[in-house]
């Protein structure tokens, strides 16, 4: 047996965290919508960016390529985002919400509020700490 602990490996609890997070949410939105965890972050990314390339979330969301352009598929499919080729560049595709997808969005604000309140609340009188150090930490390795 080793001395390290994984349970105690800042790395692995963040991992842990994330996921259990993660699919906590998405059983909300894949009842709802039938939307995986991929399809959600794309479509939260398009909310906020507009119209963007596969790269750019790919880079943004820290997702591969070939799992942001699955996502991209399938959501255009349902209806959801539609793609069309850049003007400047024809390698890239840009991605943007339809109004369907738009929709969606604005009918999961709410529930994403509510839900990132519940995760919060569980940190009580800590939640504010907690908010400071996690943006330290992405900020940090953001930049390297």
């Known amino acids: 047996m080793s001395d390290f602990d994984l349970d105690a490996f800042l790395p692995y609890q963040l991992a842990v965290l994330a996921a259990r997070v993660s699919h906590g949410f998405s059983d909300l939105y894949q009842q709802r919508f039938g939307i995986t965890i991929p ?5 939260a990314h398009l909310s906020q960016a507009g119209s963007v390339s ?4 790919h880079q943004r969301v820290d997702m591969d390529k070939s799992k942001v352009s699955r996502a991209a598929s399938r959501l255009e499919a349902a209806g959801y985002i539609s793609k069309k080729v850049n003007g400047n560049d024809r390698r890239l595709v840009e991605l943007e919400l339809t109004q369907k997808g738009q929709d969606m969005i604005n009918e999961l604000t709410p529930i994403a509020q509510e839900y990132e309140a519940t995760v919060l609340a569980t940190l009580g009188e800590y939640a504010p700490c907690f908010r400071s150090a996690l943006d330290t930490l992405l900020n940090e390795k953001a930049e390297k």
């Open 39 to 43: 399809e959600w972050r794309v479509v």
């Open 54 to 57: 596969v790269r750019e979330i």
